[in-house]
């Protein structure tokens, strides 16, 4: 059927529902485990957080050693300033959604004709519309000043090319670990991409979740014996379907990149929110001139922030084993 004015559709003729299906918005397991919950009320950008003025977050760094050497008695310890510090700023990012409502709509889409209620299926396609943007925009390099600083930026391998205003070539530390061997999903290559991940033994040092594609994440899957596939209940709950992989998740989701798989380390990868713009309340606002028509919108102000860049790895040019 060919798509109608939206009235004719919800107003006119049978309908099997008056719920409206939802035909266009994708699940996002990154923004879901950035933003949701209790996690989500961690994101909020503390003052400690800001330079002044708030025009940047700050994340400070520790990235270098003490003078530190064998000790005995002609030893002679050096006396010399060693820096140790530094810090990464990330601008902040804004998004907003919004919709409106006119006088023929409110005029029509009312009483028994009005088979869906079109007020609040515009103020929750608002709420499903900024979320797909972002979800979209989190795994992109910045497009301007204004968006997210994304996982494009995070992998950019490019020395020169300043993340958080540091640039790899200033800072050894501060590399992307990008993979771009040509080769089949496996174990093996699983394996590689968690110890080029690593920043320590320890459990928190190592990455807590793998997002890839289907193909990729079911070709992992066929990989491993029946008896060893185990899931995460907490993502599979959510709706996330996924297979564990060294106790750690290995889940597809739709944005991201055919042939990609990236681990990530969520303890050094955080979506802080500022505390005036947290998705902002939807409510139907009136025109000035035209008082019958309303507008809503909500609106959201933060950015996604990496503490330890060397904790997360992108492998690219991945396949489906034969």
Sequence with gaps: MALEDQLEVITDNWIESNRPEDIIFDDNVLLYMLMSG????????QPGELVDGGKKIKCFL?????HVGAYGNTTKIPQSKKDILNAALFGWAGYYAANTI??????????KAALVDLVHAKLGNIHKTIRDKMGTDIYS???D????????????????TAYGNIKEDDMDDWKANVDDTS???SFAVMQKIRRTAKIGQSKDKKPDIYITTDLLKDGFERTLQVQARYADTNLVNAGFDNVLFGGVPVVADDKQASGYM??????????????????TKRKWEYSKDQPDTLTANTRWIGQLICTNRKAHARHTNLSEPS
């Design 145 to 160: 000043a204004i968006s997210f600083i994304g996982l494009g930026d995070l992998f950019n391998t490019t020395g020169s």
């Design 141 to 143: 390099a910045a497009a």
């Design 262 to 279: 990236d681990a990530l380390n969520l303890r050094f990868l955080k979506a802080k929110t500022h505390t005036k713009w947290k998705f």
């Design 183 to 185: 080769e089949a999903i």
């Design 38 to 45: 209790k996690k989500f009320q961690d994101t909020l950008v």
């Design 62 to 66: 520790e990235y270098a050693k003490s």
């Design 102 to 111: 006119d006088l023929d709509e409110q005029i029509q889409n009312n009483g």
